[in-house]
């Protein structure tokens, strides 16, 4: 092999770990690279991961025929993501709102005997003082005007016994419908039209992007030199030569007592586009030293 061959894959490797923010040396009499002493800070590995992801189901169970995202998709808070069958459930809210609509008009005949029976115990009241009615007649129209009064009551109660069920019926057909709860990216779609979705289970999963950042195992030994805000360099094993900006963002307080591991998140300056959860990253906090 010529000495130009020989020479190539280690200057090669050079750039490569030179881009990822890893310091090497020139190699020995053969053209091997050798690698130096690790670039000033504290290093750790771990994955992309994101501080905000919901797993979304319906709170109630039936079948699903609608489905109007997928994986990859961005939705919006308040977009509808899926639907099932709801037609019980809407049969339900009419006989609702067919009752309320019964005691409502119970209401406001009551009210109406009501202003009969007073306007009728007024005038019997003023007879009797007159001395054209008897005792008897002026008392049988006051107690009329006071059980039309009760009747009003007993009606307005139904009336509110009858809105407090309607509401109900109405927010259990919401049910029925699935939402976004934040502007979000779908990173999973679990289930298919016509499937059968039981109340709790998973539908799709969501997640912030921008909560995306990088969950990193760092040895106890170093961990005492990181703070928050402190600046870091991440590679992505997907790009391996290029070097992402970011900060610390979280240290966590317990430390993993098997592998004497503290965890460090470190949040990407700008998010990388597109991301993958799960995906390996190497980080470097820069400490000064």
Known sequence: MSVSRKLAVPVALAVALTAAGLAVVAGDADGNVLPAAPPAGVYGIGSVEARILSALGFEVGGTLVG??????????????????????????????????????????????????????????????????????????????????????????????AARALLERERVRLAKFTLTAPYDGVVVKRERELGAAVVAGVPVFTIVDPATVWVRTYVDEARAGRLAPGQVARVVLRSVPDQALPGRVARIDIEADRVSEERVVHVAFDAIPRPFHLGEQAEVVVEDGR
């Open 67 to 160: 489905l109007s995202v997928d994986q990859g998709d961005r939705v919006v808070k308040g977009q509808i993501l899926a639907r099932l069958a709801d037609g019980e459930q809407r049969a339900a809210v009419a006989q609702a709102e067919a009752a309320l609509a019964q005691v409502r008009a119970r209401l406001d005949r009551a009210r109406s005997v009501r202003e009969q029976k007073k306007s009728v115990d007024q005038r019997r009241q003023a007879l009797e003082r007159k001395g054209t009615v008897s005792t008897e007649a002026a008392e049988d129209a006051r107690a009329g005007a006071e059980i039309a009064a009760a009747e009003v009551a007993v009606a307005i109660a139904d009336v509110e």
